[in-house]
């Protein structure tokens, strides 16, 4: 839409063909920074940022985990056409069989950040459970959340970042 949402277009993407491998996986998350600039994540190790407004993609790829064992990109939060964050979620096909669902997810997430509009990530911290929400305020501020209440909130970027309880009802 260019319109505030009146009227649609349906889009044809360009994806480039070395990403083709992950153009069928599932789509996880989707963030825009401004009409033309935007980034979405599929499962797999590729960010997709366009500069167009969508109709052109590129392949960003962000290495979250080693390469034995593939995450998905789950959450992104992005403050600007610089500055973003990926976390990672564990890749739920590869929980082994003897692994229960519940420790499975307690496996956590590993963050990245971009300060060059995703041509490079740098480590951002691990934290101790999926990441479900990710936001910044500024390039230093930032919050995670997860499930059961899990939240962190950074004050560097995410170099470092402090586990707090959750709010009791």
Known sequence: ????????????????????RFAASPFVDLHFVSPTVGWFMREGRVVFKTVDGGTNWTAQTVSLVPDTEPPRPAEAHF??????WVASAPYPALRPPSMSEASYASVGAVIRRTRDGGNTWASAGQLPFQVSSLRFMDPSNGIAVGPRGAIAITSDGGTSWTLRPAPTV
């Open 79 to 84: 403050l600007d056409p610089l500055n973003g």
């Open 1 to 20: 839409t260019r319109d505030g949402g009146q009227n649609w277009t349906l889009e044809s993407p360009t994806i480039p063909a070395s990403a083709l």
